[in-house]
């Protein structure tokens, strides 16, 4: 059973840039598969950024080299930089740990981020 708790996000104007933060309780972390998702109100999350056990790292097409994806190990924690922020950001970023692409895995709360114009 793992918990997760996302962090980071807030106000920003457009330009800037964020480092969301997903911290993981639970053990073996680093067997854990990491995403991040953004969601915007009335429609789904969309995949953004994932980082295998390995850390190889894969992005969704629409990112633009704006997203990066990392995790540390050590602090059993993944991040998500972003930068060149634009009010269509604006979404709740959640993450999300799965022990294989096809499971469930489990889920944050979801960090708000606000760009404004």
């Known amino acids: 059973q793992l918990h997760l708790v996302e962090s980071g996000g807030g106000l920003v104007q457009s330009g800037g840039s964020l480092r969301l933060s997903c911290a993981v309780s639970g053990p073996d972390f680093n067997m854990y598969l990491m995403r991040w998702y953004r969601q915007t109100p009335g429609k789904q999350r969309v995949l953004l950024a994932t980082i295998t056990k390995g850390e190889t790292t894969s992005y969704a097409d629409s990112m633009e080299g704006r997203f990066t994806i990392s995790r540390d190990n050590a602090k059993n924690t993944v991040y998500l930089q972003i930068v060149s922020l634009r009010p269509e950001d604006t979404a709740v970023y959640y993450c999300?740990?799965?022990?294989?692409?096809?499971?469930?895995?489990?889920w944050g709360q979801g960090t708000q981020v606000t760009v404004s114009s």
């Open positions: 999300r740990a799965q022990v294989h692409p096809m499971s469930p895995g489990y």
